[in-house]
């Protein structure tokens, strides 16, 4: 995707569409004249819903190996960082597109027509450009089941216990 601003691209993810914006990053100080915009990465799933802005960042700064590894400690060790207590599963659903005003398939090629999330114990489907909640899993062994079910991971006994005892464990009693 060329780094442009405000040109709308269309992804393959069913209704979604993505672009680049330059604006201020929440939270940035300096907005006075001469404060810099940032680049922010942003996603819609569809044309009637509001933009979010997903990641910023400005291309003008150079980052180094050793800052790399300063963010990915952070993010794997901070219990403020949610990819320390997230559990996220995601897979494309490909299916077929309609094509001319008859409503005729084309069956020779699969395209993405959305996804299905499982972001903690939230099982999620989006596929006409609206997420709905297809289940709320709210044991582990009911996790375990759908990351089966939908995602086709079989987890051994061994690994569907490895999760005991930390902070992104599915528990009745949190």
Not at 109 to 131: E, H, P
């Amino acid at each position: 995707m060329p780094l442009t601003a405000d040109i709308i691209h269309h992804n393959s993810l069913g209704t979604q569409e993505i672009r680049f914006i330059r604006d201020f990053l929440p939270g940035q100080r300096f907005r006075g004249p001469g404060a810099p915009l940032k680049w922010i990465y942003q996603y819609r799933n569809g044309r009637s819903q509001e933009w979010n802005s997903f990641y910023g960042f400005d291309a003008d700064f150079e980052f180094l190996e050793p800052d790399f590894k300063v963010m990915s400690h952070f993010t794997s060790t901070s219990p403020e960082a949610p990819q320390s207590y997230t559990v996220l599963a995601l897979r494309f659903l490909r299916g077929e597109v309609p094509v001319g005003e008859d409503g005729e398939k084309d069956y020779s090629v699969a395209k993405v027509v959305g996804k299905v999330m499982l972001v903690n114990g939230d099982l999620k489907r989006n596929v006409t450009g609206k997420t709905e909640l297809i289940k709320r899993c709210e044991t582990e062994p009911e996790r375990v089941a759908a990351l089966r079910e939908y995602f086709g991971i079989e987890l051994t006994e061994n690994e569907a216990l490895g999760i005991r005892g930390w902070v992104s464990e599915l528990r009745r009693d949190k």
